[in-house]
Antibody, heavy 123, light 108 residues
Framework: EVQLVESGGGLVKPGGSLRLSCTAS????????VTWVRQAPGKGLEWVGR??????????DFPAPVKGRFTISRDDSKNTLFLQMNSLKTEDTAVYYC??????????????WGKGTTVTVSS | DIQMTQSPSSLSASIGDRVTITCRAS??????LNWYQQKPGKAPKLLIF???TLKSGVPSRFSGVGSGTDFTLTISSLQPEDFATYYC??????????FGQGTRLEIK
């Protein structure tokens, strides 16, 4: 069974940094499009970053609220993806999910989700 | 960004009821519309993609229709395990996908 496991969440002060990890089993992350989605306490879902599979260029994209502060990288030897979050703000407090994206010409959806890791930004 | 608006925001229903949730996009998104179910403390799960295609393993009491700007998710006969929050999500404008605000389905 394909599984994603996020880790690295915790409490950090505003302006601080945190690196989240997403490790996969039964799936090669280098061959997969992956997105990070967050959910603030009691709120809805928000996309915060995406990385394409290597054969599609491996490029990353970010929405305006996190652009310039968040980056995504991969360690293929560990089959792990990282979300590096810098200059954190209180509004970044959320559960962060890593999910695979199934993408074709006609379909684009988040298929497999991890259980999430909680980030709290507070002084 | 494309705005997704769900209605209602919350809904109370009984076991066996037929329930419909609506999702409207701020511009045409063809059929690039997905539905997710989320239970408290859990990650969302994909139910339906491309507006009407049921993910393998999802019970057939779930169905989706729509194209353009208006979409609906219907549960034909509510079961106890269906009480959850449901989100629509557009994937027409990638990478800038957006979600509806969610519809919380509660037991009456």
């Amino acid at each position: 069974e394909v599984q994603l496991v996020e880790s690295g969440g915790g409490l950090v002060k505003p302006g601080g940094s945190l690196r989240l990890s997403c490790t996969a089993s039964e799936l090669t992350l280098a061959n997969t499009w992956v997105t990070w989605v967050r959910q603030a306490p009691g709120k809805g879902l928000e996309w915060v970053g995406r990385i394409k599979r290597k054969t599609d260029g491996g490029t990353t994209d970010f929405p305006a609220p996190v652009k310039g502060r968040f980056t995504i990288s991969r360690d293929d030897s560990k089959n792990t993806l990282f979300l590096q979050m810098n200059s954190l703000k209180t509004e970044d407090t959320a559960v962060y999910y890593c999910t695979t994206i199934y993408v074709t010409q006609n379909y684009y959806y988040m298929d497999v989700w991890g259980k999430g890791t909680t980030v709290t930004v507070s002084s | 960004d494309i705005q997704m608006t769900q209605s209602p925001s919350s809904l109370s229903a009984s076991i066996g009821d037929r329930v419909t949730i609506t999702c409207r996009a701020s511009q045409s998104i063809s059929n690039f519309l997905n539905w997710y179910q989320q239970k408290p403390g859990k990650a969302p799960k994909l139910l339906i993609f491309a507006a009407s295609t049921l993910k393998s393993g999802v019970p057939s009491r779930f169905s989706g229709v729509g194209s353009g700007t208006d979409f609906t998710l219907t549960i034909s006969s509510l079961q106890p395990e269906d009480f959850a929050t449901y989100y629509c999500q557009q994937s027409y404008s990638t990478p800038s996908i957006t979600f509806g605000q969610g519809t919380r389905l509660e037991i009456k």
